[in-house]
């Protein structure tokens, strides 16, 4: 039987354009948050500032050029740009005419939301009237798959999966089957999220104390709200061995599941995605998890970790330097492991300090150290009980 392998990697992220620079603020152990807010809808407050991960040096003109860009979302140029810089590294065309035989698949937890409340807030402050009617087609979750696709010229299957943290690895199990079932030939799979007015706000009444984007920190308060796009290339090996492309990384298994206690979700996910992989726990080389300084999903990730790994297995979390960027964040840290896998490197956990001596043991870095070779798991949990994990090898 095939196999579904990742030939090409993008991101943007608050560390910039591109793998590299992701890549070099968590060697460098940059924390990338600052005070900041998003500009309020007609008729509503300011809100007061809050720690943030922006994407505030993200020009997409300089990636993609002028043409047809002008309507894009913040979040469909944020997918666009990440997915122009992954077909460079697998090596296919930006742009087609008809490819029919290319998928696009995204996952986002609140694309389309800013521009639906804009819209909404300005037709309540100011009438009809004031409504820009090409607004209207931005306001769904599937934008940016839709305005990729249309600029990119991808007329093969499109799919957007919505569904908070995990969307953005269930967007990768999506496409890997797709692929397997013969229904395209490649997919560029992603995610993007952006931060808008109202989760923020929602955010602002509920503020927790404590230090804010500490992962598995004892003095953790919350993570810090991010902003992001991930994308891989994904095809089969049969079609990465025709083009001669290089394999970055194989899907060895991609697993999701519920629960209402999200440890139990957790674990639950973890052992089937091992498990499916032909992957023992001791063989891991390393986990990229999604821990960002919730002091219970901290918790119950920790709690799934330590229960489902060799106790040495280094754990690395990278939202305290990124931020906690919601569907985004799975994809992004699938483009860290294959990074990591490549330099056999994996780098610290921006924000921890002191590890919570109340929580299970794990071998968070606490420092960029070298790495075994071997599997590489990625896990997101989202505060809904609803876990991901995906293994590559």
């Not at 070099?24 to 990338?32: E, K, P, S, T």
């Amino acid at each position: 039987m095939t196999d579904v392998v990742i030939t090409g990697t993008g991101a943007v992220t608050a560390a910039g354009v591109g793998t590299d620079q992701l890549w070099q603020a968590l060697l460098d152990g940059r924390a990338l948050a600052s005070p900041g807010s998003i500009d309020p809808p007609a008729g509503m407050p300011p809100l007061a500032p809050v720690p943030i991960a922006v994407l505030d040096r993200f020009e997409p003109r300089e990636v993609l050029g002028a043409k047809g860009i002008r309507l894009l979302t913040r979040e469909s140029a944020a997918f666009a740009v990440s997915a122009t810089l992954a077909c460079r590294e697998a090596g296919i065309p930006e742009r087609h005419e008809d490819a029919a035989e290319i998928a696009t698949v995204v996952g986002t937890d609140t694309a389309g939301l800013h521009d639906y409340v804009d819209l909404f807030a300005t037709r309540c402050d100011s009438g009809t009237h004031e409504v820009n009617p090409a607004q209207g087609p931005l306001t769904g979750p599937n934008t940016p798959a839709a305005q990729y696709s249309i600029w990119a010229g991808v007329t093969g299957p499109n799919h957007t999966v919505s569904g908070g943290s995990t969307a953005g690895l269930d967007a990768v199990d999506l496409a890997r089957r797709l692929l397997l079932a013969g229904r395209a030939r490649l997919s560029v799979t992603g995610a993007t999220d952006t931060l808008s007015y109202l989760p923020l706000a929602l955010r602002a009444s509920g503020a927790a104390a404590g230090r804010p984007g500490a992962p598995f920190d004892q003095e953790r308060g919350a993570s810090i709200p991010g902003e992001a796009a991930g994308v891989v290339v994904l095809e089969t090996t049969d079609s990465a061995r025709r083009r001669s492309a290089p394999v970055l990384a194989r899907i060895g298994a991609v697993h999701s599941a519920f629960d209402v206690d999200p440890a139990a979700a957790a674990r639950r996910v973890l052992g089937e995605a091992l498990e499916s992989a032909r992957v023992s726990p001791a063989d891991v080389a390393a986990v990229i998890c999604g821990a960002g300084g919730d002091p219970d999903l901290d918790a119950a990730e920790a709690i799934a970790l330590s229960g489902s790994l060799a106790r040495d297995t280094p754990v690395c979390a990278i939202a305290g330097s990124i931020g906690a960027c919601a569907a985004a964040s799975g994809v992004v840290q699938i483009v860290l492991a294959v990074r990591a896998g490549r330099e056999r490197t994996i780098p610290a956990s921006v924000g921890l300090r002191v590890f919570d001596p109340r929580l299970p043991p794990l071998a968070v870095t606490t420092r960029t150290s070298p790495l075994r070779e071997g599997p590489i798991l990625v896990h997101v949990l989202d505060p809904s009980g609803r876990a991901a994990a995906v293994v590559l090898t």
